[in-house]
């Protein structure tokens, strides 16, 4: 009764609620591409039960329906041409199902003239809006510009954009770096076989998710929080065949004692996943010193004094994976939380020096929305309950969606991804 009130208020329907799976294979079903290239040529992401059909603006509508949609614009160059791309959407919208993906490839590169520049530029606006209007389906709609990289480099993110895994992810655009070499793209499993994970804050919430995502990717797991959370860490750690380590971040030697603690195991870290982090809510008027740098420490302080340590050290592989947790209240600014969003947005401007400064390593973020935690279970009904739909497919997300989305970020096959912020907040409505 209160739901079905709160949508009226809202003016909005009840949402498709969202299916999830932990594997990142494409759902069984028909896909539609368009391309100027036939579906040869483009190694397109398959799985079992899973059929391409080449898609034309014709004047009868097929019965069959859509799983999904990839539609490659790299060719759009003139204004006509984005007539041409409404109209095939146009016919085939109808024929997707409820959370269907739609994918957009473009590339803001590769470009001949301003009116190619000025359509490549035009579907991130048309993106964003599609994905606001298919929202109720629980249809995401995301745009990947290739920027110069080949279409090789794109295997790992059209993997993403196309299964499930990205089902809290909508209305994005992520850009691919040109100047990285493909690898050898790994499938929808196993992805992480052979590699090790450090996940700092792994006890709990989003850090229990992500790193027992990470180790079924495959991944050897070192999980490390406070060692008041020992008691919790060391049984995940064991379920999850991996390592705990406990220490605080904050701690003047922490940099230190994780170097030791990691060379007496022999460890050499692939994946390095910066998911801690605390808050301390105050306007600014009534912010102490002791809760700004709290925040700051641990939220950004600590990354940056950890990644310093670690770098030139004997306890990092030659190509690393950096993730950090950001936050869509930190890139969109939130009242009472110029602390927390001071920290969370800076690491947007953090990971894109560092990117340039360690060419050899990835550097990625990625900003949650509205998660649904033991953290938001105690926020007060009725501001849960708005915050939660407050974005274009009315719901909350859930941790497993960041974990999914951290380890897509962190596959050695997505090595053309680097120095990018992926939002995994359902399009919120703010900030995104």
């Known amino acids: 009764m209160f739901e079905s009130l709160l949508y009226k208020l809202m003016g909005r329907r009840p949402p498709v609620a969202l299916q999830r799976q932990a594997s990142s294979a494409l759902q069984p079903g028909c896909y539609g591409y368009s391309s100027p290239q036939p579906v040869s040529e483009l190694a397109l992401p398959n799985a079992v039960g899973v059929q391409w059909q080449q898609l034309a603006v014709t004047t009868t509508t097929e019965a069959a329906r859509l799983a999904g949609l990839l539609i490659d614009c790299r060719q759009l160059r003139h204004v006509s041409e984005l007539q041409q791309l409404m109209v095939l959407l146009q016919q085939q919208l109808a024929r997707l199902q409820n959370q269907s993906p739609i994918l957009f490839i473009s590339d803001s590169v590769s470009v001949l003239s301003a009116e190619h520049s000025a ?169 102490t010193v002791t809760d700004w740098q709290l925040v700051l420490e641990l939220n950004l302080g600590a990354q940056i004094r950890l990644n310093d340590a670690l770098l030139g050290s004997a306890q990092l592989a030659e190509q690393v994976a950096f993730v950090s947790l950001s936050s869509i209240n930190g890139l969109a600014g939130q009242r009472g939380q110029c602390n927390y969003a001071c920290a969370k947005s800076a690491l947007t401007g953090y990971i894109q020096s560092m990117a340039q400064r360690y060419p050899s390593h990835r550097f990625n973020a990625v900003a949650p929305g509205f998660i649904r935690t033991d953290m938001t279970a105690k926020m007060p009904w009725l501001i849960r309950e708005i915050g939660q739909r407050f974005n274009s497919l009315g719901q909350a997300g859930e941790p497993l969606d960041v974990a999914q989305a951290v380890s897509y970020l962190a596959r050695p096959d997505n090595s053309a991804c680097n120095a990018q912020v992926l939002r995994v907040c359902g399009q919120s409505l703010v900030g995104a």
Request: hydrophobic fraction near 45%; charge should be positive.
């Open 119 to 287: 359509c490549q530029s035009g579907l991130t606006g048309f993106v964003r809006s599609l994905a606001k209007e298919l929202g109720g389906k629980a249809c995401r709609v995301n745009l990947l510009d290739l920027a110069g990289a080949d279409w090789s480099a794109a295997q790992a993110s059209m993997q993403f954009f196309l299964s499930s895994a990205s089902c809290y992810v909508s209305g994005q655009l992520l850009r691919l770096s040109p100047s990285r070499p493909a690898q050898l793209f790994c499938g929808h499993t196993n992805a992480l076989t052979g590699k090790t994970a450090l996940v700092t804050g792994a006890s709990r919430g989003i850090g229990k998710a992500i790193a027992t995502q990470l180790a079924a990717g495959g991944a050897f797991v070192i999980g490390l929080d406070l060692p008041s959370a020992s008691a919790v860490l060391g049984p995940l750690m064991q379920s999850l065949q991996g390592h705990s380590i406990t220490l605080d971040l904050t701690a003047e030697d922490a940099p230190a004692a994780l170097l030791a603690a990691l060379a007496e195991r022999q460890l050499k870290l692939d994946i390095l996943v910066h998911n801690a982090g605390v808050t301390r809510d105050r306007t600014l008027k009534n912010m």
